[in-house]
């Protein structure tokens, strides 16, 4: 069992900068891969960036150049750092784990956070 708990959303001006981080409970953490999700009103969830157990990284075409994702085992954590933020990058953000790569990039994790609001405005 995997527990996810996210932080680091909040309010922010077009052009600025956030941090998204997603800690996880259990001893198995470096075994997962890792993802971010977003879900917009109206829209469906998307899959936004997503990193392997080995550290490959793979991002949607409209992040690319702008956001990061990376994990640090030894806490527990995998983290987004948004930049260059856009009015459209408003959402609710989820972070979600799964031992098989292929389940993550087609949001089918085993295990999903509760969710982080970012608000872009303009």
């Known amino acids: 069992q995997v527990q996810l708990v996210e932080s680091g959303g909040g309010l922010v001006q077009a052009g600025g900068s956030l941090r998204l981080s997603c800690a996880a409970s259990g001893r198995t953490f470096a075994n997962y891969a890792m993802a971010w999700h977003r879900q917009a009103p109206g829209k469906q969830r998307e899959l936004v960036a997503a990193i392997t157990s080995g550290g490959t990284q793979y991002y949607v075409d409209s992040v690319k150049g702008r956001f990061t994702i990376s994990r640090d085992n030894a806490k527990n954590t995998v983290y987004l750092q948004m930049n260059s933020l856009k009015p459209e990058d408003t959402a609710v953000y989820y972070c979600?784990?799964?031992?098989?790569?292929?389940?993550?990039?087609?949001?089918?994790?085993?295990?999903w956070g509760q969710g982080t609001q970012v608000t872009v405005s303009s």
């Open positions: 979600g784990a799964d031992a098989r790569f292929p389940k993550v990039r087609r949001g089918e994790n085993d295990y």
